[in-house]
């Protein structure tokens, strides 16, 4: 795998992390947890996603949090709800954050979020 690939993945799944991580949070909070979804557009912030990266790109790599039963696309199909509070913790754990290899900043804007994963 070439170092643009392996960039392109890492940002996937910080994504991915970035995704779970932010819904967990809004679920913790009692006026948040009824309405616990979050658009792309706050996705592509708080995962730090470079402009090089589309938005249908971005979208379809979370298909398989969605197909896991993790989260629900909204109507829209440019948001997701939190579906699975239990599955999307053991999700994170099993798909820590990796180095960049080229690099630079670590992490997204949601990594330290105290949700104990």
Same mark, same amino acid.
């Given at each position: 795998?070439?170092?643009?690939?392996?960039?392109?993945?890492?940002?996937?799944l910080?994504s991915?992390?970035?995704?779970?991580?932010?819904?967990?949070?809004?679920?913790?909070?009692?006026l948040?947890?009824?309405i616990?979804?979050?658009?792309?557009?706050? %996705? /592509?912030?708080?995962?730090?996603v *470079?402009?090089?990266? #589309?938005?249908?790109?971005?979208?379809?790599?979370?298909?398989?949090? $969605?197909?896991?039963?993790?989260?629900?696309p909204?109507?829209?199909s440019?948001?997701?709800r939190?579906?699975?509070?239990?599955?999307?913790?053991?999700? %994170? /754990?099993?798909h820590?954050?990796? *180095?960049?290899?080229? #690099?630079?900043?670590?992490?997204?804007?949601f990594e330290a979020?105290? $949700?104990?994963?």
């Amino acid at each position: 795998m070439t170092t643009h690939e392996e960039r392109r993945e890492l940002y996937f799944l910080r994504s991915r992390r970035a995704l779970l991580r932010m819904l967990l949070h809004r679920a913790e909070l009692p006026l948040l947890a009824p309405i616990a979804e979050m658009s792309l557009a706050e %996705l /592509r912030c708080a995962a730090f996603v *470079p402009v090089g990266i #589309g938005d249908v790109d971005l979208a379809g790599e979370m298909e398989g949090l $969605v197909d896991a039963g993790i989260v629900t696309p909204t109507r829209s199909s440019m948001a997701w709800r939190l579906t699975d509070i239990r599955a999307a913790i053991r999700w %994170l /754990r099993g798909h820590p954050d990796r *180095p960049n290899p080229m #690099g630079g900043a670590e992490g997204t804007l949601f990594e330290a979020l105290p $949700v104990g994963v």
